[in-house]
């Protein structure tokens, strides 16, 4: 049974607006589109942010005789789709999750997001410890808290 999930996460200093889909294979596995590979999983998940305007910057005029004027650079939006399984945990009263993004050709092994006890993941911002926590561990609480990620399965040892 597919099954479709949404919701909103905390704003963070760097995004003003976090989101995440989620979606249920069904099958147990994904596609990735950038390999073609085949990948067990427990569902697709989608997080979008919306940076923050940036800061004032200088526009550059045309004449030289008018001055220069200041605005703010557009805040962006970025969409990143993850594969999702869960693995075997290292420690007791711990989940341990992979997000595997399926689009981005840079990410060469999963995010690892351990979730219970000391959360964390393996992201640059996780690993940074950003006070706000990163995207994809908000997410993945978030996903636990709505329902999606049972415990009923047999994990992957990791």
């Known amino acids: 049974m597919l099954t479709v999930l949404s919701g909103t ?4 200093a760097t995004y003003c607006r976090r989101s995440w889909v989620w979606l249920s294979t069904g099958s147990g596995e994904a596609v990735v589109p950038r ?11 989608w997080i979008t942010v919306q940076h923050r305007p940036r800061r004032w910057y200088e526009l550059p005029h045309t004449t030289g005789t008018l001055p220069a004027y200041f605005a703010k650079k557009p805040a962006g939006v970025e969409v990143d789709q993850y594969a999702v399984e869960e ?7 711990t989940r341990l999750f992979a997000l595997l993004n399926i689009h981005d ?3 060469g092994e999963p995010y690892r997001v351990t979730v219970g006890g ?7 911002a996780g690993v940074c ?4 926590g990163c995207k994809h561990r908000s997410a993945v ?9 049972e415990e009923s399965r047999e994990l992957v040892p990791y």
């Open 35 to 45: 390999t073609g590979e085949v990948v067990p999983c427990l569902g697709l998940l």
């Open 118 to 124: 000391v959360n964390r993941c393996r992201c640059l």
């Open 87 to 93: 693995l075997e945990p290292e420690q007791p009263g």
């Open 141 to 149: 609480i978030a996903l636990i808290e709505a329902g999606a990620l």
């Open 9 to 12: 996460l905390e704003p963070t």
């Open 105 to 107: 050709r840079e990410q």
């Open 129 to 132: 410890r950003v006070p706000s």
